[in-house]
């Protein structure tokens, strides 16, 4: 399976999962010119913007600290670009998410970083 696949597949679970915590998924793979954000979502009077991270082990790092800054500025521009589309959400508070999903374990870092960070 390549990688889009598995990752797909591990961002249709963190979804699930989302859902279940009472998130509800507006969008997937959202993509623009400027990157993509993974799920897009309402939590209460929220709306998250959530990177997913797999890691198969440990090797590599940990999944979470995959979302570095430089990938953190990507998803806020990405965010940002989104914010100016669909203009009805744009006055709406804005959070950033991350999943860590490590064989079968999950976790959710909720509102990971900021817009300042």
């Known amino acids: 399976m390549n990688k889009r696949k598995i990752g797909a597949a591990y961002e249709m679970q963190a979804a699930a999962y989302l859902k279940k915590k009472g998130y509800r998924i507006l969008e997937a793979n959202f993509r623009c010119r400027f990157g993509e954000i993974d799920l ?5 009077a929220y709306l998250v913007f959530i990177e997913v991270k797999y890691r198969s082990s440990l090797k590599d790092g940990d999944s979470l600290e995959a979302v570095n800054r430089r990938k953190q500025r990507k998803i806020i521009r990405v965010a940002e670009y989104y914010l100016c589309m669909y ?3 744009a006055d709406l508070p804005c959070r950033f998410d991350v999943i860590g999903i490590e064989e079968e374990r999950i976790r959710l870092i909720r509102n990971a970083f900021d817009c300042g960070s």
């Open 87 to 89: 203009q009805e959400k």
């Open 40 to 44: 897009i979502a309402r939590d209460g």
